[in-house]
């Protein structure tokens, strides 16, 4: 167990509909980011929430948003879906920001989503 | 455009032989480097790291090696094991250029075979 809890491990949505995936920060650290992982690729990064803010943002569809919440988790929400955003979804923590130790991330085991 | 390259998707190592993945980067200004290791329905777990300022780190049976100006770094595991199968994923970042998220690499899917 990592210490970084995602739920629902699996999701089996249809098209056009909206989910919400969310994330439980390992315990004392306030940066989270969001990780997507589609057949064959790499892990892409998604966004990244420091303490409540944003501090950067990468291939992230217009479709997609997420915040972090005052008790640091949080929720990434995808919206009017697609086929091609079947995939899987990593959370993953770190200490803080801008230093090495930041850098080391701890992953959940990841939200499946397939659409149909 | 892709950072950092894996161009070996698989690779095939018999117990107690030395496994090699490789990895290839881009961007300059990549000055951090990990390994992850993937197990099937588990999120990525980190193995270990090198700050630009070194060429060498290892740690038990996991030595990582970069070269900086071939942009080239390697994960060497000696000796291999059979619960060293997995996908091993490189990443980088340049903490000391601002707030950069890690990139990652497509991985190599690692079979140490018995």
């Known amino acids: 167990d990592s210490g970084v809890t995602q739920t629902p491990k699996h999701l089996i949505t249809a098209t056009g509909q909206r989910v919400t995936l969310r994330c439980s920060p390992r315990?004392?650290?306030?940066?989270v980011y969001w990780y997507q992982q589609s057949l064959d690729q790499g892990l892409q990064f998604l966004i990244h929430y420091y303490n409540g803010e944003e501090r950067a943002k990468g291939n992230i569809l217009e479709r997609f948003s997420a915040q972090q919440f005052p008790d640091l988790h949080s929720e990434l929400n995808l919206s009017s879906l697609e086929l091609g955003d079947s995939a899987l979804y990593f959370c993953?923590?770190?200490?803080?920001?801008?230093?090495?130790?930041?850098?080391?991330?701890?992953f959940g085991a990841g939200s499946r989503l397939t659409v149909l | 455009d892709q950072q950092v390259k894996q161009n070996s998707p698989s690779l095939s190592v018999q117990e107690g032989r030395i496994s090699i993945l490789n990895c290839d980067y881009t961007n300059s200004m990549f000055d951090y480097f990990l390994w992850y290791k993937k197990y099937p329905a588990e999120g990525p777990t980190f193995l270990i790291s090198i700050s630009s300022i070194k060429d060498k780190n290892e740690d038990g049976r996991f030595t990582v090696f970069l070269n900086k100006s071939a942009k080239h770094l390697s994960l060497h595991i000696v000796p291999s094991q059979p619960g060293d199968s997995a996908v091993y994923f490189c990443?980088?970042?340049?903490?000391?250029?601002?707030?950069?998220?890690?990139?990652f690499g497509k991985g190599t899917r690692l079979s140490v075979i018995a």
């Open positions: 315990s004392g650290d306030l940066s």
């Open positions: 990443a980088a970042s340049s903490p000391n250029s601002g707030n950069t998220p890690l990139v």
């Open positions: 993953a923590s770190s200490v803080g920001t801008g230093s090495i130790g930041a850098n080391v991330l701890t």
